[in-house]
């Protein structure tokens, strides 16, 4: 399990930005509000999204779906089926 930096911040909830890409462009931007230690899963579910059918990443690099969130990041989801 992987555990996204603190950043020093002790809120219990965090701001999460949210990139849905699709054929490389963004099809949808999202802010959620997200309690500190929620896991990508738990994201991913409040988005009605099937961690089988995205690849989610921080930055440029993939993130495995029980990584805990415990600072405000931005997240890109690339749908990996196509007609998603």
Not at 30 to 44: F, K, M, N, T, Y
Not at 48 to 76: R, Y
Request: net charge neutral.
């Amino acid at each position: 399990m992987r555990i996204l930096p603190n950043n020093g911040k002790d809120k219990k909830k965090l701001k999460v930005k949210v990139e849905i890409l699709h054929e490389g462009r963004i099809r949808e931007e999202l802010e959620l509000e997200v309690v500190r230690g929620e896991r990508i899963l738990d994201i991913l579910r409040k988005l009605n999204l099937n961690v089988e059918e995205v690849v989610v990443l921080v930055g440029e690099e993939p993130v495995p779906e029980d990584t805990k969130v415990t600072s405000e990041i931005k997240l890109k989801i690339i749908p990996v089926v196509p007609g998603v």
